[in-house]
């Protein structure tokens, strides 16, 4: 069992930066691939980031790529998004979540999520 829990979300002016962090229990949580997700109002869970179980390996959608940065400390048992440049499109609630093994880029196919953290970006 895995408990996901994101902080640092808030409110951040268009051009602005936040990092995001997601704090996990239990002691295979490097064993794990983690991937970061939003969700706008009214919109399906859109995937942002994932990083390999080793570190080894990220990717990112489109429309973050380099502006966003994940990355993990797997020694803290944490996962991080380094969000610059935000604008008021990156506005949601985000959460992060853990896949055994191999990370994928949707959100049914993890096995345990956070509660999410809130987002937002004023123009």
């Known amino acids: 069992q895995v408990q996901l829990v994101e902080s640092g979300g808030g409110l951040v002016q268009d051009g602005g930066s936040l990092r995001l962090s997601c704090a996990a229990s239990?002691?295979?949580?490097?064993?794990?691939?983690m991937g970061w997700f939003r969700q706008a109002p009214g919109k399906e869970h859109e995937f942002v980031a994932a990083?390999?179980?080793?570190?080894?390996?990220?990717y990112y959608t489109d429309s973050v790529k380099g502006r966003f940065t994940i990355s993990r400390d797997n020694a803290k048992n944490t996962v991080y998004l380094q969000m610059n440049s935000l604008n008021p499109e990156d506005t949601a609630v985000y959460y992060c979540?853990?896949?055994?093994?191999?990370?994928?880029?949707?959100?049914?196919?993890?096995?345990?999520w956070g509660q999410g953290t809130q987002v937002t970006v004023s123009s």
């Open positions: 979540a853990a896949r055994d093994r191999f990370y994928v880029l949707v959100w049914s196919q993890y096995n345990y």
């Open positions: 239990g002691r295979t949580f490097s064993t794990y691939a």
């Open positions: 990083i390999s179980a080793s570190g080894g390996s990220t």
